[in-house]
């Protein structure tokens, strides 16, 4: 059995170019879906999170529209109440990389608001890069690559290729105009090349020992990719 470390963002809220807070957190499927198969996989998740607050579910996240009704809604809310560990997070400043077998980021908007900018998460991050670690980040999680600047002052992903929550999406979804920035620009401007898949669908890009995912739906593909490189 191996430790894997999920870093969840600690925001509840983003905010939006007029100033607005709009009310965030983690996503619940980008969540619930790894934890499930890596802890069937018989894997020990421990959950980290900066300053160790306790993590906030985006409540847009467990509504039936988003869930593909009201049965998958209700199952995503009830398994997020066994995720025990989202309630006793440890402090990300205080992680210690050699103590896990790999590393996964879910998204939601938070990512946006804090690991966008959290120097310790870069830091961690650019460390499991270089490790080789199975390092995994989907949807809007992405957004924590941008605070993961080498000593030259280039982001340690640039060249690297991923996925992650596109424009289009972004628009889809209604904020894009409301937005102080869109992850897919940020990224690009760092130097990453963002491979962008359909629209909601399950898209996974794998470079080296970096696995990301698009979107949702592509929490739980993502999550196999892992396992796979766990053995």
């Avoid at 990301?212 to 993502?222: D, E, F, V």
Wanted: net charge negative.
């Amino acid at each position: 059995m191996s430790k894997i470390l999920f870093v969840v963002t600690g925001a509840d809220t983003w905010t939006l170019a007029d100033g607005t807070e709009h009310p965030t957190g983690f996503w619940a499927e980008e969540a619930v879906a790894p934890y499930e198969a890596f802890r069937a996989a018989g894997h020990e998740v421990v959950v980290a999170t900066p300053g160790g607050v306790e993590p906030t579910v985006d409540r847009a996240s467990l509504a039936p529209e988003v869930n593909g009704g009201q049965e998958n809604a209700d199952r995503l809310a009830k398994a997020l109440e066994s995720f025990a560990e989202l309630r006793h997070p440890v402090r990300l400043e205080d992680v210690r990389l050699d103590d896990y077998a790999a590393v996964f980021y879910p998204g939601g908007h938070g990512p946006m608001e804090d690991l966008a900018v959290n120097a310790d998460s870069g830091r961690l991050l650019a460390a499991a890069l270089e490790s080789g670690r199975p390092l995994g980040v989907v949807c809007h999680g992405p957004a924590a690559l941008l605070a993961a600047v080498g000593a030259d002052g280039g982001n340690v992903f640039a060249g690297y290729e991923v996925a992650a929550f596109t424009n289009a999406e972004e628009v889809q979804g209604g904020l894009a105009d409301r937005a102080k920035w869109l992850l897919q620009d940020r990224l690009t401007e760092a130097g990453v090349t963002v491979r962008a898949g359909e629209p909601w669908a399950p898209h996974v890009v794998t470079d080296r020992n970096l696995v990301t995912g698009q979107n949702p739906a592509s929490s739980a593909p993502l999550a196999e990719e892992l396992l796979k490189r766990l053995g």
